[in-house]
């Protein structure tokens, strides 16, 4: 792991706490960028917003049976996301993570 990694690991890793955990993240990179901070910030604002947009069509749907797979799928990308900022590594989430580097390419 180099220095980068090893600095911006902390930020890397709170901006996987759902909803508030991306504005931590962001003002603690605000002042000195760092690149592996900024890459965790992008998929962790891009796990809150879809979480919040499934969660804002499925709740009109009040099942279980409908809920559950949004609830599963938002978790085992949330897993991924946050054990590879542990482990220090730059890899996007699957499905939505090359997408969320693209749309949000001006956060940093």
């Given at each position: 792991?180099?220095?980068?990694?090893?600095?911006?690991?902390?930020?890397?890793?709170?901006?996987?706490?759902l909803?508030?955990g991306v504005?931590?993240?962001?003002?603690?990179?605000?002042?000195?960028?760092?690149?592996?901070?900024?890459?965790?910030?992008r998929?962790?604002?891009?796990?809150?917003?879809?979480?919040?947009?499934?969660?804002?069509?499925?709740?009109?749907?009040?099942?279980?049976?409908?809920?559950?797979?949004?609830w599963?799928?938002?978790?085992?990308?949330?897993?991924?996301?946050?054990?590879s900022?542990?482990?220090?590594?730059?890899?996007?989430v699957?499905?939505?993570?090359?997408?969320?580097?693209?749309?949000?390419?001006?956060?940093?």
């Amino acid at each position: 792991m180099n220095n980068t990694t090893e600095t911006g690991k902390t930020a890397a890793i709170t901006s996987y706490i759902l909803g508030i955990g991306v504005f931590i993240a962001m003002s603690m990179n605000s002042e000195d960028k760092n690149a592996f901070a900024s890459f965790h910030i992008r998929q962790g604002l891009g796990l809150t917003l879809t979480f919040i947009s499934l969660g804002l069509i499925i709740s009109n749907f009040d099942s279980l049976m409908i809920s559950a797979p949004m609830w599963i799928f938002v978790l085992v990308l949330w897993s991924y996301g946050i054990t590879s900022a542990i482990k220090g590594e730059t890899k996007p989430v699957p499905l939505l993570g090359t997408y969320f580097q693209k749309w949000l390419s001006n956060i940093s």
